[in-house]
C-alpha cells in the first residue's frame, strides 16, 4: 500500500494523547500474566537440569504423583511429536526429551492444589541423568573433540568437514574485495567478542491454561504473538487450532523474548492430563536460564579506506550460538552488518554454532547490534588513524537512495543522510570535552516488517468506533491505532477505542516484532477506516437517492458532491450510526493484508562518556539519538522507543552478560549479578526524530522499535576508546576490562 | 517452620537456644527472607527481635550512641547526633539497597548475615564500634570486626544474638568516610569498599587512622599497616599512596562474577585514598 498522494495537514496524527492503558497500569488494575484465575485452578511447578548437558536415562514420576495435592505430572513423553524441526525444537526448549541441553533445561512439571504442594513434587521426581561434557563458548563449541550438542543438526550447505555443532552458513555481498583492499591506503582487521544478553522483561513469563475432556483449550498468557502461541501449542497438544483459543495479557515488556512458547505448552498439557486449569509462573531464576537470552558472537572485521576516507572494501565473518539449538539469527547480522554504507566491494559471511545454552530468542533488531557494533568500531578505529572526522566519514559512504545494499536489494528512499546531517548539526557534536572524556557516534539499521494483519472495526449506534486488532500492545499501539482510525475518519481520538481481541476474533495477525504493529496494524486501521467510509457513503447515497460516487467523506462528514454538491446538509458518523438499523444494519470496515514495504530505518547515536582512570568505571555524561520514524504517529512513544533501545544497549556495553562457570551453569541468574543499568546510571537520553516517509505506508510510517538498540554498542565502545586513549574488542566493558585496557 | 516474637531479650535468648534444628534471629529480613525465598535457608525456627522493648532505640552514650538492633537503618540518617557524629558509617548504611530497603535493613543484621560485602561492616570496623551480645549466660561486649568470621558465618554462640552495637565517642578534629565500588550506582553489591576514620591534631596532622577493607577477604579486614602510613602525615600524596600500596597488598580478594583479583585489589586503595581524603576534609583537615 503506497503513501497517499496528497499531502496532508494530519489533526490527531503526531499529536501526543493520553495512552489509553495508563490508567490501569499506573494503578495495578492492568491484568499481567499472573493475574488470572480460575475456579478449581491448580499450580504449576517445572523441574529443571542442573546439568549443562545430560542423557536422560530415566524420569520416575510415581511418588511425586502420590503426593497429596498433585493432580498432574507431566514429560515430553506428554507433547505430540511436532510438523516439522523448528517447531520440534521450540518444543524440545520447554521439555526436555533425550537430553538436557543446557543448566535449567526443563525435564518435568507438576500440576498441583497449591504452590508448596508443587514445589514438594519436584524433589519426589527421580531424574536418572548421564552427565556429558558440555561447551557453552563459541570457540570451544568450534574445536574438533568439542562435545556435540545435538546430533545430525549440521548445515546442508556446510563445506566438508564443518564441526557438526555448526548449523548456519550463510553468506551475503557483492563485488571484487580483493581490488578494492588495493585501492585502500589503510586496511585493517580486528576481531570483536559480544556477550550474551537477556531481554530483561520486568513481568516473568505467566499463563492460565485450561483444557476441558472434549479437547477444547484455553490459555491466557504473556506474549507478544498469541496467534503464534496458538499454532505452536495446537501443534505440540494434537490440537485443532480452532479448538484453542488464546488471550493475550497486558504485557510487562518483550524485547522479541516473548515472541517463542516458553511454559504455555507446559500449562496446557498439565491441564489436560489433570482436568483443571492450569496456572505457571516463571521465577526470575527460570527466565534467565530457560527463557531467551540474545546471541553472544565472536567477529571478524576487515575494512580497507582511502586516505580521504572512503571505503574501498569491506568483509566481515560472524560467528554466533545461539543456544543448544539451530539458530538462523547470524543471517540477519550478516545482511545488516554493512547496510549503512554504499560500498563497491563488500561480504559477510556468518556461521552459528550450537552450545549448552538456552535457545536464544529474538532481541529487538535480533542480530543486528553485535554485527554493527564490530563494523562500526572498526571504522571508527580506521578514521582515529587517518586523522578522519568519523561523521564525515560515515557521511562519505553512506548508502542512500539507489544503493545497491551490502544484502542485495536496492534502497528506496531511506534517512541515513538526513540523520547523519542532523547529528552533524545538533549542538551536541560540537560540545566540548574535558580530560577523561570520549564521544562516540554510530550508525543502526534494521530491516523493519510488516507481515500478517487482520483489522475490524465497528460503528457503535452512538457513532463512537471500535477497533479489534490482534497484536499485543508494548509500546502504546492501541493510541496510536486508534489515532490512525480517528484520523482517517475524521472523528476525535476518544471517540475510538482499541483492543487487542483473543485469537478466535480476527484472522491470523504475525507476532508483535519486526517493529511491525505501527506501520502494518496502521496500515490494516486505515484500510479498514476506508472500508468503512465506502460503506458509510454508501448508505447516505441511498438515504439522499443519488449516486455513490457522489457521497465523499470529509471531517467526519458524509457530503453530496460532484453534481450533487451542495444538494443536501451532511450528515455525521453520529447521524448514520444513529439510523444505521433503518438502512442496512450495522456497519463494520474491515482489512486482511499480508504487509510489505515496511521501509527499512537508520539511526545515529551520540554519546559522551567520561572513564574514572583509576577504577574503569565509565559514566555516561550524554546522549542523543537521532532516528527516522518515517512519519512519528504519537511521538511520546517513538522517543520512548528511542531511549529504551540506547538504554538497553547502554547496559549491552558496559554491564550485562550471561556468566557461566566451569560446571557449565550459568552464574547470575538475577538482576542482582545481571547488570542492567539503573535509572541513577543514565542522563536524560535526547531524542531526535526525523520523518522521511516511508513509501510503503499510506501516512509514511516506518517502525521504529528495534533501531535504537543497535547503535548504542558501538558508540560507547567508541567513546570509551577516544577517552581512554586504548581500545577494547570485546564486550561487555565492564570496569575490570577497562581498567586492564588502560594498563595496556 | 516456627515462627516467635517475643518480648524480652532473655525469651529470645531460651527460644534460640532450645530449638535443636535452625534457629535464626529475624531483624528487618532483608537478607533472611530472600535466602528463605531462594531455598538456600529453610529454619526450623524465626525469631522475631523486633517486638523486644528498647531494641528499636537510639541512646545517647558517653558520649557516643548505642544503636538497638531493631532500628532500621533509615533512621540512622535520620539522627542528627549520629550523622554528625559518624557521617561514615551513615553514608554506608544509606548505601544498603534503596529506600525501601533501609526501612527494614538493620545494622546488627548487616554485620550477622556476614557477608564480606556487607556495606555497613567496613564503617563499623572503622568507628571502632562494639556490639553488645545477649545470651543465655547474660551480656558480654565484642569488638565488631570478630562478629563475622566468614562469607556468612558468624561467631555468636547458640542462642546469642546481638542486642545493639555501640558508636563510641570521638574526640575533636575527627571524621570518618566510606566508599564502595560498584559498576552502577545504586541497587548493587561492593566489588571493594573502604571505611576509613581518622584523628586530627590542631595542625591538621592525622594521629590517628583506622582504615577497614570490604569485599577483598573472607570477612571485613583491618588494614592496620595502611593505617600506620597516615600516622603523622597531612595525608600528602605520597601517604595517601604508601597507604593505598598497603590496601591492595593486604587484600586478598578471589576472582568472581562480580570482578577479578587484580581489579579489586586496585580499586580498594584507590577507594581507601579516596574515603581518607573525605574524611579529612570533613574532620576540617584541609581547611
Ligand atoms: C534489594 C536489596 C538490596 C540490598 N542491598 C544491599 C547493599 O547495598 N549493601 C548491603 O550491605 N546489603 C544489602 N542488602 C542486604 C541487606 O539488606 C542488609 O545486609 C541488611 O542490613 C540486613 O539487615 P536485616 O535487618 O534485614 O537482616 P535480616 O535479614 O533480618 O538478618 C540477616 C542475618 O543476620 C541474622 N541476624 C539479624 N539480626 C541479628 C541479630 N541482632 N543478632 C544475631 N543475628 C542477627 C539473621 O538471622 C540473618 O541470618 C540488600 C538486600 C536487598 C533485598
Redesign the pocket.
Known amino acids: 500500500m503506497a503513501l497517499d498522494d496528497r499531502k496532508r495537514a494530519f489533526k490527531v496524527v503526531g499529536t501526543r494523547v493520553p495512552r489509553p492503558d495508563g490508567i490501569d497500569k499506573v494503578t495495578g488494575r492492568a491484568l499481567y500474566g499472573a493475574d488470572m484465575s480460575a475456579p478449581g485452578m491448580l499450580h504449576g511447578a517445572i523441574l529443571r537440569s542442573p546439568h549443562a548437558h545430560a542423557r536422560i536415562r530415566a524420569i520416575d514420576t510415581s511418588r511425586a504423583e502420590a503426593l497429596p495435592g498433585v493432580k498432574a505430572v507431566v514429560t515430553s513423553a506428554d507433547f505430540c511429536r511436532a510438523k516439522h524441526s523448528f517447531n520440534q525444537d521450540a518444543l524440545d526448549h520447554c521439555m526436555a526429551r533425550e537430553k538436557a541441553l543446557y543448566d535449567g533445561h526443563a525435564v518435568a512439571a507438576v500440576a498441583a492444589t497449591s504452590k508448596s504442594a508443587a514445589r514438594a513434587a519436584l524433589e519426589l521426581i527421580a531424574v536418572e541423568y548421564e552427565v556429558l561434557p558440555h561447551v557453552t563458548e563459541i570457540e570451544d563449541a568450534l574445536k574438533p573433540d568439542a562435545p556435540v550438542v545435538q546430533e545430525d543438526r549440521r548445515a546442508r550447505n556446510a563445506p566438508e568437514g564443518t564441526h557438526p555443532n555448526v548449523t548456519h552458513v550463510v553468506s551475503f555481498g557483492h563485488g571484487d574485495l580483493e581490488a578494492g583492499f588495493a585501492r585502500a591506503d589503510r586496511v585493517i582487521e580486528r576481531s570483536f567478542r559480544t556477550a550474551a544478553t537477556h531481554q530483561g522483561y520486568i513481568e516473568p513469563h505467566a499463563c492460565l491454561a485450561s483444557v476441558t475432556p472434549d479437547g477444547r483449550g484455553e490459555l491466557w498468557c504473556c506474549t507478544q504473538g498469541h496467534y503464534y502461541v496458538r499454532e505452536l501449542c495446537a501443534d505440540f497438544l494434537g490440537m485443532d487450532t480452532s479448538q484453542l483459543r488464546v488471550t493475550a495479557s497486558e504485557i510487562g515488556g518483550g524485547f522479541g523474548g516473548k515472541t517463542t512458547v516458553t511454559i504455555e505448552p507446559v500449562a496446557l498439557a498439565l491441564s489436560r492430563k489433570a482436568g483443571r486449569p492450569v496456572k505457571l509462573v516463571m521465577s526470575r531464576d527460570e527466565v534467565f536460564r530457560a527463557s531467551g537470552p540474545t546471541v553472544s558472537s565472536w567477529s571478524d572485521i576487515k575494512i580497507g579506506m582511502t586516505r580521504d576516507g572512503r571505503i574501498t572494501a569491506a568483509q566481515a565473518m560472524l560467528r554466533y550460538q545461539g543456544g543448544a539449538f539451530p539458530c538462523g539469527t547470524v543471517e540477519l547480522g550478516a545482511m545488516s552488518a554493512f547496510a549503512a554504507y554504499d560500498l563497491e566491494a563488500v561480504r559477510a559471511d556468518g556461521i552459528n554454532v550450537m552450545t549448552n545454552r538456552p535457545r536464544q530468542a529474538a532481541y529487538r533488531a535480533p542480530g543486528a547490534p553485535m554485527a554493527i557494533y564490530a563494523v562500526e568500531s572498526t571504522v571508527d578505529e580506521l578514521c582515529q588513524e587517518l586523522g578522519l572526522d568519523p561523521l564525515e566519514v560515515r557521511l562519505k559512504n553512506a548508502a542512500r537512495k539507489g544503493t545497491k545494499s551490502a544484502y542485495g536489494p536496492t534502497f528506496d528512499d531511506i534517512g541515513l543522510v538526513a540523520t547523519l546531517e542532523a547529528a552533524k548539526a545538533h549542538p551536541h557534536y560540537a560540545a566540548p570535552l574535558c580530560p577523561n572524556q570520549g564521544r562516540g557516534l554510530s550508525c543502526g539499521f534494521w530491516f523493519n516488517f510488516g507481515g500478517n494483519t487482520c483489522v475490524t472495526l465497528n460503528l457503535d449506534a452512538d457513532g463512537t468506533v471500535g477497533v479489534t486488532e490482534g497484536n499485543p500492545d508494548i509500546g502504546g499501539s492501541r493510541a496510536s491505532i486508534s489515532m490512525m482510525a480517528a484520523e482517517e475518519l475524521g472523528i476525535p481520538y476518544d471517540k475510538v477505542r482499541t483492543i487487542v481481541a483473543d485469537t478466535a476474533s480476527l484472522g491470523f495477525n504475525d507476532v508483535t516484532d519486526g517493529s511491525r504493529v505501527t506501520f502494518a496494524v496502521g496500515l490494516a486501521t486505515i484500510e479498514a477506516a476506508r472500508d468503512m467510509i465506502r460503506k458509510m457513503c454508501a448508505r447516505v447515497a441511498k438515504i439522499w437517492d443519488i449516486d455513490e460516487e457522489a457521497v465523499i467523506w470529509e471531517d467526519g462528514c458524509a457530503r453530496p458532491a460532484g453534481p450533487n454538491a451542495g444538494d443536501f446538509e451532511p450528515m455525521s458518523i453520529a447521524e448514520i450510526a444513529a439510523i444505521a438499523n433503518k438502512t442496512g444494519g450495522p456497519i463494520a470496515g474491515h482489512h486482511e493484508v499480508n504487509a510489505d514495504g515496511a521501509g527499512v530505518s537508520f539511526g545515529v547515536h551520540l554519546v559522551d562518556v567520561e572513564v574514572d582512570p583509576e577504577t574503569g568505571h565509565t559514566k555516561i555524561l550524554r546522549y542523543t539519538v537521532f532516528q527516522d520514524a518515517g512519519k512519528a504517529v504519537h511521538p511520546d512513544y517513538v522517543e520512548g522507543q528511542m531511549q529504551g533501545g540506547a538504554v538497553q544497549g547502554i547496559g549491552w556495553a558496559l554491564n550485562e552478560e550471561y556468566i557461566y562457570g566451569e560446571d557449565g551453569r550459568l552464574q547470575n541468574p538475577g538482576f542482582?549479578d545481571y547488570r542492567i543499568p539503573v535509572a541513577s546510571d543514565l542522563p536524560k537520553i535526547d531524542t531526535v526524530i526525523l520523518e522521511i516517509p516511508n513509501p510503503g505506508h499510506p501516512y509514511g510510517v516506518r517502525g521504529v522499535g528495534e533501531t535504537s538498540i543497535v547503535p548504542p554498542l558501538a558508540a560507547l565502545s567508541n567513546a570509551v576508546a577516544r577517552a581512554i586513549g586504548a581500545r577494547l574488542h570485546e564486550l561487555p566493558m565492564s570496569p575490570p576490562r577497562i581498567l586492564q585496557a588502560l594498563k595496556g | 517452620m516456627q515462627f516467635a516474637a517475643p518480648r524480652s531479650a532473655s525469651e529470645a535468648a531460651a527460644l534460640l537456644q532450645a530449638e535443636p534444628g535452625d534457629a535464626?534471629?529475624?531483624?528487618?529480613?532483608?537478607?533472611?527472607?530472600?535466602?528463605m525465598k531462594s531455598g538456600a535457608?529453610r529454619p526450623d525456627l524465626l525469631v522475631d527481635?523486633k517486638r523486644i522493648p528498647g531494641l528499636d532505640a537510639i541512646t545517647a552514650e558517653d558520649g557516643g550512641f548505642r544503636l538497638g538492633?531493631?532500628v532500621?537503618?533509615a533512621r540512622l540518617g535520620e539522627h542528627a547526633g549520629v550523622r554528625a557524629l559518624w557521617p561514615g558509617v551513615v553514608e554506608a548504611?544509606e548505601?544498603?539497597?534503596?529506600t525501601q530497603?533501609q526501612g527494614?535493613?538493620?545494622?546488627?543484621?548487616?554485620?550477622?548475615?556476614?557477608?564480606p560485602?556487607?556495606?555497613?561492616?567496613p564503617a563499623l570496623v572503622a568507628a571502632d564500634a562494639v556490639a553488645r551480645v545477649f545470651g543465655p549466660r547474660g551480656e558480654r561486649d565484642c569488638p565488631v570486626s570478630d562478629i563475622p568470621v566468614g562469607p556468612g558465618r558468624?561467631s555468636?554462640a547458640k542462642g546469642?544474638?546481638?542486642?545493639s552495637i555501640l558508636l563510641p565517642a570521638r574526640p575533636k578534629r575527627a571524621a570518618d568516610a566510606y566508599l564502595?565500588f560498584i559498576p552502577r550506582t545504586?541497587?548493587?553489591?561492593?566489588v571493594a569498599s573502604a571505611g576509613v576514620s581518622l584523628v586530627l591534631d590542631e595542625d591538621g596532622r592525622c594521629t590517628r587512622a583506622r582504615i577497614a577493607l570490604g569485599a577483598v577477604g573472607p570477612k571485613v579486614l583491618l588494614a592496620e599497616e595502611a593505617a600506620h602510613c597516615l600516622i603523622g602525615t597531612k595525608l600528602e600524596d605520597a601517604a595517601l599512596a604508601a597507604m593505598a600500596e598497603a590496601c591492595s597488598a593486604l587484600a586478598s580478594p578471589i576472582d568472581d562474577k562480580r570482578g577479578t583479583v587484580a581489579f579489586r585489589k586496585q580499586v580498594v586503595g584507590v577507594l581507601a585514598k579516596r574515603a581518607a581524603k573525605i574524611a579529612q576534609d570533613r574532620a576540617g583537615g584541609t581547611k
Not at chain 2, 104 to 115: K, Y
Not at chain 2, 117 to 121: F, L
Open positions: 542482582l | 535464626r534471629v529475624l531483624a528487618g529480613g532483608s537478607d533472611l527472607l530472600v535466602q535457608l527481635i538492633a531493631a532500621p537503618g548504611v548505601l544498603i539497597g534503596s530497603v527494614r535493613a538493620t545494622v546488627a543484621g548487616n554485620l550477622c548475615n556476614a557477608s560485602a556487607a556495606d555497613a561492616v558468624n555468636l546469642e544474638f546481638v542486642a564502595r545504586e541497587m548493587d553489591i561492593a
